[in-house]
């Protein structure tokens, strides 16, 4: 019987490092899901070996199943997972995802098909349950669905999925795997060689929320993601003082602060029908989004200062590499990619386009 699937679908590649039991048998479920679009699907597994082995079994028949090659042992263990994934799979199209990360057919299919006009595609992800950490996390979704403070991609969530070109990302040479930000990374590594990035505000892809012990765990560690973003790290640094000296002198303007934080998520929840997807209380979240990360973008520069961030038993330091390094490093190497122009999302708003560079 022949193969209802084009041969071009695509593959998927989900890295996986888990310390303690979880979900494989949902996980190997919702995978199983996902074999009537793609025609390869690749967990690339840095778990301790009994994990290991109990996944290898959730996973027969499902996925396959591999470690993370032993040349690649990076302080951020997913890139090692994820350029194992893409130097083992065969296919043109590959979708890299979390492992909270949920597709559904028709938007997994979307997602590929876009590939076909740019070397990277940029989901948004949305919360599939709201707890209340999710609705206070979505607020950041929602803001940077307005402005993110990055200059090269201005708009849209920094989601946990990407899908890119196999043969632009090896020619790329892979992504700094000692990047905290490492969605970003691929986005800037993708980018500064030359490649496209589309950024479809309306493609829109679910995700499991953490739980909230995990949820607090990450809130320093995400604010130093922002040193890879000068501007906006600059803003939450200002906004701390600003908002203890407002609260002392002059409520009203604090209030009307907070109310226009409260607008702007608004506005980015209803672009591009956003509403169907984030509740309007994660823009009310948004005031008491933007005081956390102020005064957790305080405690990331003590860690800074201090060498880094703790993660994994060890203090990291990089953020990401900025694109003016990128672009020298490429253009140096002569990485040149010859790619089509981004067009426009099939349907809605598409968010911006970033044209191929010369070198």
């Keep these: 019987m022949s193969d ?105 299919k979307r997602t590929l098909s876009l590939l076909a006009e740019a070397d990277l595609v940029r989901p948004q992800n949305y919360f599939a349950e709201l707890p209340w950490h999710a609705r206070w996390d979505s607020a950041r979704s929602l803001l940077n669905r307005v402005f993110t403070g990055d200059l090269t991609f201005p708009v849209g969530d920094f989601p946990g999925t990407l899908a890119v070109r196999r043969s632009t990302f090896l020619r790329s040479g892979a992504y700094d795997g000692r990047a905290l930000f490492e969605n970003l990374e691929l986005m800037r590594t993708i980018r500064a060689a030359g490649g496209t990035v589309l950024s479809p505000l309306d493609l829109y892809v679910a995700r499991t929320p953490p739980t909230t012990e995990h949820f607090l765990s990450q809130r320093v560690r995400q604010a130093y993601d922002d040193f890879a973003i000068p501007l906006r790290m600059g803003a939450f640094l200002s906004a701390g003082p600003l908002g203890i000296r407002l609260l002392r002198r002059d409520r009203r303007t604090l209030l009307v602060g907070a109310g226009a934080l409260a607008a702007i998520a608004e506005g980015g929840r209803r672009r591009a029908g956003g509403a169907e997807r984030f509740p309007g209380s994660a823009s009310l979240f948004a005031p008491a989004w933007v005081a956390e990360r102020s005064i957790c973008a305080w405690l990331a520069l003590g860690s800074k200062l201090r060498g880094g961030v703790p993660y994994g038993g060890k203090r990291l330091s990089h953020s990401a590499t900025s694109m003016r390094r990128l672009r020298r490093r490429h ?25 191929p560079l010369s070198a």
Excluded at 21 to 27: C, D, N, R, S
Excluded at 44 to 65: F, I, K, N, T
Excluded at 343 to 350: E, L, M, V
């Design 331 to 355: 253009d140096s190497a002569h990485a040149t990619l010859t790619t089509p122009e981004v067009g426009q999302s099939r349907k809605g708003d598409a968010g911006e386009s970033s044209a």
């Design 4 to 108: 209802p699937r084009p041969a071009q679908a695509g593959a998927y590649i989900l890295p996986l490092r888990w310390n303690e039991p979880g979900p494989i048998a949902e996980l190997a479920g919702y995978l199983r899901s996902l074999t009537d679009v793609v025609n390869e699907v690749l967990v690339v597994d840095g778990s301790p070996p009994p994990l290991y082995g109990s996944h290898a079994r959730a996973l027969e028949g499902v996925a396959r199943h591999l470690p993370p090659h032993p040349d690649l042992d990076f302080p951020m263990g997913k890139v090692s997972g994820v350029i194992t994934g893409v130097r083992e799979c065969s296919r043109e199209h590959v979708v890299i995802a979390d492992d909270d990360v949920r597709y559904d057919g028709p938007t997994l």
